[in-house]
């Protein structure tokens, strides 16, 4: 199965910024929805972001409205989430994945996506 690649994840102090790239050098990410999720230690996987097929729709959990931005370069392949204004309980690793649809029910269940990537490490720390 092809999976996604996700980067820039690091360490990175309360208040600071990352932003998270995800792409696949085999298939074209435009064609899917894409959704970021993350998990922390002892903690269920959780649905944070995702960007429709398109770019048109975009849907954040309430924790992060306002602090993270999703969004899609065509040309490169790839989409990112920017995370600013971080907070220690957004530590975790983040994956990206693929899907057909973008909304809060699709973002809620993870049978809806696929082609996960190994995960980025962010830490919130001071």
């Known amino acids: 199965q092809v999976q996604l690649v996700e980067s820039g994840g690091g360490l990175v102090q309360p208040g600071g910024s990352l932003r998270l790239s995800c792409v696949n050098s085999r298939f074209t990410l435009d064609y899917y929805a894409i959704g970021w999720f993350r998990q922390a230690p002892g903690k269920e996987r959780e649905g944070v972001s995702c960007i429709s097929s398109s770019g048109g729709s975009t849907y954040y959990i309430d924790s992060v409205k306002g602090r993270f931005t999703i969004s899609r370069d065509i040309a490169k392949n790839t989409v990112y989430l920017q995370m600013n204004s971080l907070k220690p309980e957004d530590m975790a690793v983040y994956y990206c994945?693929?899907?057909?649809?973008?909304?809060?029910?699709?973002?809620?269940?993870?049978?809806?996506?696929?082609?996960w990537g190994q995960g980025t490490q962010v830490t919130v720390s001071s």
């Open positions: 994945a693929t899907g057909n649809e973008c909304g809060s029910a699709y973002l809620a269940s993870k049978r809806w996506w696929s082609s």
